[in-house]
C-alpha cells in the first residue's frame, strides 16, 4: 500500500507562484510514475502534469503548458509542481496519484490508471 500527502496549497493572487509537493510512503516510489490532477466541484477530476518514474519523461495539459513543471527527487520518495503565473482558472484541489510503471506511459493523462491517490491539497487563486 502507498501512501501519498500532498502540500504546499494555499491563496495566492493571479501571476503568483505556489509549489505543491507530494510524499509518499514506502520504498518503492522509484517504481512508480506520478502525476498531478485537479478538481473542482461538479467537475471531472482533469489531468494536469505527470513525470516517468526516472524523470526522463513528462507531460503536461495544454491549458498549463510553459506555466507549469514537474518534477521528482527519489531520494526524498516526493514529487513537486511548481506552478507559475497562476490564474483563477487553475482554482482547484489538486491531487497527486501514482501509477505503477508496468502500466506504461501512453495513457498517462488518464486517472483510471492510477493506483493511489493523495487527499488533495486546495489552490485558490484571486483576480
Known amino acids: 500500500q502507498v501512501q501519498l500527502v500532498e502540500s504546499g496549497g494555499g491563496l495566492v493572487q493571479a501571476g503568483g507562484s505556489l509549489r505543491l509537493s507530494c510524499t509518499t510512503s514506502?520504498?518503492?516510489?522509484?517504481?512508480?510514475?506520478m502525476g498531478w490532477f485537479r478538481q473542482t466541484p461538479g467537475k471531472e477530476r482533469d489531468f494536469v502534469a505527470a513525470?516517468?518514474?526516472?524523470?526522463?519523461?513528462?507531460a503536461y495539459a495544454d491549458s498549463v503548458k510553459g506555466r507549469f513543471t514537474i518534477s521528482r527527487d527519489n531520494a526524498k520518495n516526493t514529487v513537486y509542481l511548481q506552478m507559475n503565473s497562476l490564474e483563477p482558472e487553475d482554482t482547484a484541489v489538486y491531487f497527486c496519484?501514482?501509477?505503477?510503471?508496468?502500466?506504461?506511459?501512453?495513457?498517462?493523462?488518464?486517472?483510471?490508471?492510477?493506483?493511489?491517490w493523495g487527499q488533495g491539497t486546495q489552490v485558490t487563486v484571486s483576480s
Open positions: 514506502g520504498r518503492t516510489f522509484s517504481t512508480y510514475n
Open positions: 513525470i516517468s518514474w526516472s524523470g526522463g519523461s513528462t
Open positions: 496519484a501514482a501509477r505503477m510503471r508496468f502500466r506504461g506511459w501512453d495513457d498517462i493523462t488518464r486517472a483510471v490508471g492510477y493506483a493511489y
